[in-house]
């Protein structure tokens, strides 16, 4: 594919190692998971972005897109959210929200905190491979990053 | 009367007072004379004084003046020699002197007695009409059923009206002369100096006290002092009106109580939701999730393993396919059925006839390639919230259609049933497959079906879903129907 030369890079933020498996290998399916960072809680996803802890010596630049699930281990999701969109250095990153929860109380919550989608991950499979190939497509390759996120 | 009493010792006319007084002297002489006769001098002189008496108690001073003139002339023209003539001798001057005298005397104090009568008889009408005022106002006291008594400054009980006898039980002649305060056992609201204090600036004061009545139970009474000052402005007596609120006061306890219990119910309830939101989230979220991976794994396997699989395997790969997505669905119908719970219901007024239409959009998918001859009547307003009515109307409608598939020729009818005057009733009716009354109790229950899902696939929810919205809307669900006769679902609600 021709657009793999200018592919974004994708920040999964994601706990449960099944769902990453799946979305890997729905992102793979379309050529889209060259370059995917997996952090398995909110901490590691901050620890990312601010270069810290065991990404201090991560090459520079944003993802793309950052991927992100609500329900996270130490740090939850909508937390991740609000300081990402308090940081002047983050807040252009693109966040896509990735969950299971279709409580509208979460809804409201992270588009109040600035979030550019909000994704339910269906149950059927061939749906969620198809969210995960738009959200890739259009997040990492459709979508014009803002300046400061890293391309390959 | 006492004044007709007084009047009557003196003449009322003066032609009778004056005549009283010549008629005197006239009767006084002959008597004199007759005495004079038998040796008896100077008889006549204490018989004219006597004369002059009797006019001046029964005349007045007037009378009495008269008598004394007229005493005199007599006994000069009788008894003082010469007599027949007006002239007299030395030697009766002293005689003249001492009737003239005597009788100016009683003229005098006849006068004196007089005034002293006449303001006597003032001074006993004034008192009269006084007595009279104050009796007529003690007695309207008594008409009132309002409790009136009233008290000197040291709390002494000076009237006690027939109210206060009704509400605390003692008569007049047993509270009058004792202490309020002992006698009801006050207790006041704050300090009594404090309310005195007051009392005695403003000369007012209001406020609750508890007494206790003769037979012993506690009142609880709205109380008004006022106070009553003499003409130096000091006070001397207070006026003390009391209304029983016990009965009012007992309800305000059992509200307040009642309101304590409600606000600890409702605080419950509120956790207890809260509870069940954490469920819900906890559902939706982590159920979810496995549910999902299942799907997401067996259609990775469908995938690469299609080629090795026989026909019988691939068979299983689809109903392990097929399990994941009912699931999923049932999830989602729990989900929105609980949602419903805790949703607030917005309300507004809108057609229902509208709404039909836009569910009828809505189940069009469901309807395709059937022959349905649609029956819709003339729907009223509602009033209730629009999304959650259509998510009644949606069900109801879908289940007409599901439950007719076997028909060739189905009929679905929607309309107005006739209701009484507070509720609307809306029906829909279908000739499907129907139901047995048997079990109409169970319709409208979570996860209740009918039907094998082989026949008629549903999760179970859709009926219960409509029976909380319609719940939330203060109406009534109910259903009517027979084996392969179809069914009827009725639902009511309250008039917009």
């Known amino acids: ?152 | 009367m006492a004044q007709s009493k007084l009047q009557l010792r003196i003449a009322q006319s003066s032609v009778l007072r004056y005549g009283l007084a010549v008629a005197s002297v006239t009767i006084a002489i002959p008597i004199g004379l007759f005495l004079e006769h038998h040796e008896f001098h100077r008889g006549a002189i204490p018989l004219f004084l006597l004369a002059v008496a009797l006019s001046a108690w029964y005349g007045g001073a007037g009378p009495a003046m008269l008598a004394t003139v007229l005493s005199t002339l007599s006994f000069d023209y009788y008894f003082a020699p010469p007599v027949h003539n007006l002239n007299f001798t030395l030697a009766d001057v002293p005689a003249f002197f001492f009737l003239l005298t005597f009788g100016a005397l009683i003229t005098g104090f006849s006068a004196v007695r007089r005034r002293v009568e006449a303001e006597l008889l003032q001074a006993r009408n004034r008192l009269e009409i006084e007595v009279a005022k104050r009796t007529q106002q003690a007695s309207l006291l008594n008409l009132t059923h309002d409790t009136i008594f009233v008290r000197d400054m040291s709390d002494n009980i000076l009237y006690w009206n027939r109210g206060a006898e009704e509400l605390y039980g003692w008569t007049p002649e047993q509270a009058i002369g004792k202490s309020s305060h002992e006698l009801l056992r006050t207790v006041f609201p704050s300090p009594l100096d404090d309310i005195e204090t007051e009392f005695l600036r403003t000369g007012r004061w209001e406020g609750e006290l508890k007494h206790m009545k003769a037979d012993g139970t506690e009142v609880v009474v709205s109380s008004r002092w006022s106070l009553r000052r003499d003409e130096q402005e000091q006070p001397i007596a207070v006026l003390e009106t009391n209304n029983d609120i016990t009965v009012r006061k007992r309800r305000e306890q059992e509200i307040q109580n009642l309101n304590r219990e409600l606000a600890k119910r409702s605080m419950e309830l509120e956790a207890i939701n809260k509870e069940l939101e954490a469920f819900a989230y906890s559902v939706s979220h982590d159920l979810r999730a496995p549910l999902r991976h299942m799907a997401g794994y067996t259609e990775l396997l469908q995938k690469k393993a299609s080629s090795a699989l026989d026909e019988k395997s691939k068979h299983y790969v689809l109903m392990m396919l097929d399990s994941a997505k009912r699931m999923g669905n049932l999830i989602d119908d729990l989900l929105a059925f609980s949602r419903i719970g805790r949703a607030e219901t917005q309300k507004t007024l809108f057609s229902l006839t509208q709404l039909v239409r836009e569910a009828l959009t809505e189940v069009r998918e469901d309807a395709e390639g059937r022959n349905i001859a649609w029956k819709i009547g003339a729907l009223p307003d509602f009033y209730g919230d629009r999304s959650m009515l259509r998510l009644v109307l949606v069900n109801l409608i879908s289940n007409a259609i599901k439950f007719t598939r076997t028909r060739t020729q189905a009929e679905i009818e929607i309309g107005c049933a006739n209701g009484n005057s507070a509720d609307l009733v809306v029906f829909v009716r279908d000739n499907g497959v129907g139901f047995d009354m048997k079990y109409v109790n169970k319709l409208f229950g979570v996860f209740q079906r009918l039907h094998d899902s082989g026949a008629f696939e549903g999760t179970g929810i859709g009926l219960a879903t409509v029976q909380r919205i319609i719940h939330r809307h203060e109406g009534k669900v109910w259903a009517e129907g027979a084996i392969d006769s179809g069914a009827t679902f009725y639902f009511s609600a309250p008039k917009p």
């Open chain 1, 1 to 152: 594919m021709e657009t793999v030369n200018k592919l974004g890079r994708i920040l999964l933020v994601e706990d449960d190692p099944k769902d990453v498996e799946l979305t890997l290998t729905a992102l793979e399916e379309y050529n889209l998971a060259n370059e995917v960072i997996v952090a398995r809680d909110g901490e590691e996803a901050l620890e990312y972005l601010y270069s810290r802890g065991k990404f201090m010596t991560r090459s520079s630049g944003n993802p793309s897109v950052m991927l992100l699930d609500l329900k996270l281990p130490k740090v939850d999701g909508l937390e991740v959210l609000k300081q990402i969109k308090s940081e002047e250095k983050l807040r252009m990153i693109p966040v896509v929200v990735l969950t299971s929860s279709k409580e509208e109380k979460d809804m409201v919550a992270s588009y109040r905190l600035g979030v550019n989608a909000y994704v339910v991950k269906p149950v059927d499979f061939h749906e969620f491979v198809n969210a995960i190939k738009e959200l890739g497509i259009f997040w990492a390759v459709i979508n014009e990053p803002p300046p400061g996120s890293v391309r390959k």
